[in-house]
T-cell receptor
Framework: GAVVSQHPSRVICKSGTSVKIECRSL??????MFWYRQFPKQSLMLMAT?????????EQGVEKDKFLINHASLTLSTLTVTSAHPEDSSFYICSATWGAQETQYFGPGTRLLVL | DAKTTQPPSMDCAEGRAANLPCNHSTISGNEYVYWYRQIHSQGPQYIIH???NNETNEMASLIITEDRKSSTLILPHATLRDTAVYYCIAPVYKYIFGTGTRLKVLA
């Protein structure tokens, strides 16, 4: 149980274009979803927290106009990287949870390469 | 979040127990300790969590000291597939990942 999927698993795009990454909870209703970014040889860094039907809460230093997060349903959250640049190339990972519990279940990640 | 510190790397022989320590000396009374692992190029995988008592599941055992300032994750019979980075986290509403311990299981 508690399976989270991400799509696509990897994406290559040109600089200046926008990329959308989907995160889905497959067998539970995710009241809260999280988005992380991981650069090579580094740890995961939390980008934002989103609750279903509410605006996302962004961590300090993360540009909300660049990383658009939508959590319109209890099973789907999307992260859109707008006007992507090479420095946005990274491994993007989502996680999901439900209710008041703190256990997060992670997706497999999306590797973004911006040329 | 309570700051956690872990050794950067450990080796373990296949079939032996892997004991991964974590210090969380600033943890408060209601903060759980969570363990995850991340195999290369994958999302983190939940292993186990606990508050005060020792916990065991099909993957591992978690030993938490009585003062809750440290804990140890035990993989009783490590296999090559257990090679990964292991993270210890003591969250409050959100996860702050440290650098973790890179466990290498040797054949």
């Amino acid at each position: 149980g508690a399976v989270v999927s991400q799509h696509p698993s990897r994406v290559i795009c040109k600089s200046g274009t926008s990329v959308k990454i989907e995160c889905r909870s497959l067998d539970f209703q995710a009241t809260t979803m999280f988005w992380y970014r991981q650069f090579p040889k580094q740890s995961l860094m939390l980008m934002a927290t989103s609750n279903e039907g509410s605006k996302a809460t962004y961590e300090q230093g993360v540009e909300k106009d660049k990383f658009l997060i939508n959590h319109a349903s209890l099973t789907l959250s999307t992260l859109t990287v707008t006007s992507a640049h090479p420095e946005d190339s990274s491994f993007y990972i989502c996680s999901a949870t439900w209710g008041a519990q703190e256990t997060q279940y992670f997706g497999p990640g999306t590797r973004l390469l911006v040329l | 979040d309570a700051k956690t510190t872990q050794p950067p790397s450990m080796d373990c022989a296949e079939g032996r127990a892997a004991n991964l320590p974590c210090n969380h000396s600033t943890i408060s009374g209601n903060e759980y300790v969570y363990w995850y692992r991340q195999i290369h190029s994958q999302g983190p995988q939940y292993i186990i969590h606990g508050l005060k008592n020792n916990e065991t599941n099909e993957m591992a055992s978690l030993i938490i000291t009585e003062d809750r300032k440290s804990s140890t994750l035990i993989l009783p019979h490590a296999t090559l597939r257990d090679t990964a980075v292991y993270y210890c986290i003591a969250p409050v509403y959100k996860y702050i990942f440290g650098t973790g311990t890179r466990l290498k299981v040797l054949a």
